[in-house]
């Protein structure tokens, strides 16, 4: 009796080999091979699906609504692939990006950790002095500025996001207007409005909403050019003397997975 139930469960166990293996052959053959239908792919093909559902009835099962699959399982799975298509697409934006930085050495890094406390004041990058980071260096993703470094160690960065409530981080840039260019400071963030804030404007300025916001260059810190965003609200201070500017961004500040560091060429 005791020899029985133990050749069950050996039985049972290979079972279970014998089908995520032909679960992750089934993924093998479906990836990797040409698109076209080779001998015996259809057929493969067919195995996988019918073992896809018997291991998913359980779940879908409980669903009320037929046509609607609401399983946890699908929904996690849904998730996950919309998540790895993210990232995907955030590579082929850092690869079109280096073909543009023709002045610069750019460094591609991937985000290690973000501090929940400081979510929109730092990040941790995965390159760090033996790649060839420097403090202050200017970080950018297709999108545009994101931020400096801000603290190098061997094998990472510390990366301080323009989003950053330090009122000491300041940022050079230029107000590209129909009239002509004008410069003021970035040096702030609006979470309400979700806006880079934008100070010291000439009250005399012409700037309106939907003019361009890119770095200036002066004081050395930044390379001149890089996009930062465009004008999403004007307001005047209370005493009148100047405009403070809101600046929507294409970056998603939630959601950042490589970023790109710009070394100039020696």
Request: include cysteine.
């Amino acid at each position: 009796m005791y020899k029985s139930k133990k050749q069950k469960k050996l039985n049972i166990k290979f079972l279970i080999i014998i089908v995520v293996f032909i679960i992750f052959f089934g993924i093998s053959i479906s990836v990797y091979m040409s698109r076209s239908n080779f001998f015996g792919e259809g057929f493969i093909k067919d195995i996988f699906t019918s073992i896809n559902k018997v291991i998913m009835y359980p779940f879908t099962a409980l669903n009320s609504d037929k046509n609607e699959d609401q399983s946890e399982s699908y929904i996690i799975q849904k998730n996950v692939n919309t998540s790895l298509e993210e990232e995907i697409q955030e590579l082929k934006d850092i690869l079109d990006l280096n073909r543009t930085l023709t002045e610069y050495t750019p460094i591609n890094a991937t985000i290690l950790s973000r501090n929940k406390s400081y979510w929109f004041n730092q990040i941790m990058i995965d390159k760090g002095s033996k790649d060839g980071i420097e403090k202050d260096m200017a970080v950018v993703t297709k999108n545009g500025l994101v931020g400096k470094v801000s603290r190098v160690y061997s094998h990472s960065s510390e990366i301080k996001l323009v989003t950053s409530d330090d009122v000491n981080y300041k940022v050079s840039v230029t107000i590209k207007t129909g009239n002509g260019d004008s410069y003021a400071i970035l040096n702030g963030y609006d979470s309400e409005t979700e806006c880079v804030t934008v100070t010291g404007v000439d009250k005399m300025s012409t700037v309106k909403k939907g003019d361009t916001i890119v770095t200036s260059g002066l004081g050395g810190m930044f390379p001149g050019g890089i996009y930062v965003g465009i004008v999403e609200d004007i307001k005047s201070d209370k005493y009148d003397l100047s405009k403070t500017l809101y600046i929507k961004t294409s970056q998603d500040f939630n959601n950042i997975h490589y970023v790109t560091v710009l070394k100039e060429k020696e």
